[in-house]
């Protein structure tokens, strides 16, 4: 009953930058958190960065400094402002939602290429 619709993937060159956004819609719904998942080639999926209900943020490691995850509850939408991108932040970008129920939802993936 939610629905979760990803933009703003692309190819970009190191270094550069990409704002990725996310808008659920659907059923009435409380959102405890969303956030942002990737996963390259071969690889398992990964959380790259979260925003909880009472507006705490958790980001990996590796975008700290370079990542910026942002939120607009009246809109239900997310934003991942991507800064300095590295040829290693190459992969399909998922956005995600969990309810306070403990249901999770998945966006389609955004892809974000990285080269020169």
């Known amino acids: 009953q939610v629905q979760l619709v990803e933009s703003g993937g692309g190819l970009v060159q190191p270094g550069g930058s990409l704002r990725l956004s996310c808008t659920a819609s659907?059923?009435?719904?409380?959102?405890?958190?969303m956030g942002w998942y990737r996963q390259a080639p071969g690889k398992q999926r990964e959380l790259v960065a979260t925003?909880?209900?009472?507006?705490?943020?958790h980001y990996k490691d590796s975008v700290k400094g370079r990542f910026t995850i942002s939120r607009n509850n009246a809109k239900n939408t997310v934003f991942l402002q991507m800064n300095s991108l590295k040829p290693e932040d190459t992969a399909v970008y998922y956005c995600?939602?969990?309810?306070?129920?403990?249901?999770?939802?998945w966006g389609q993936g955004t892809q974000v290429t990285v080269s020169s």
């Open positions: 995600n939602l969990v309810l306070t129920i403990g249901a999770a939802y």
């Open positions: 925003t909880t209900r009472g507006g705490g943020t």
């Open positions: 659907g059923s009435a719904f409380t959102p405890e958190a």
